[in-house]
C-alpha cells in the first residue's frame, strides 16, 4: 500500500465519519441552544430541562436516520473490502 492510497482512504474514512455525526451533533446543537434562550428568558435554571428535550430530540433523529446511517456505513465498509486486494498489492 502506497502513501497516496493510504491517505486516500483516510481522507474518505474522516469524510465518513463527519457525514454520519454531523446530523447527530448539529441538531443537539441547536436544540440545546434554544433550550438555553428558552431558560435565560424564563430564568428557569433546571437540569433536567436542559437533558430531557435534547435527548427524545436525538433519539427521534437516530430512529428517522437510522436506515441512511446503515446504509452509508455498510456502502462504505463494502468499498474498503472492495479494495483490500489493491491494499496488499
Known sequence: MNPEFASEILKSLMYQ??????PILLSAMVVGLLISL???VTSIQEQTLTF????L???GL????????LRTICEFATAIIQKM?????
Open 85 to 89: 486486494p489493491q491494499m496488499a498489492g
Open 52 to 55: 430531557v428535550p435534547k435527548a
Open 57 to 59: 430530540c436525538l433519539v
Open 38 to 40: 428558552f431558560q435565560s
Open 17 to 22: 465519519a463527519v457525514t454520519l455525526a454531523a
Open 62 to 69: 437516530l430512529i428517522l436516520l437510522l436506515p441512511w446511517m
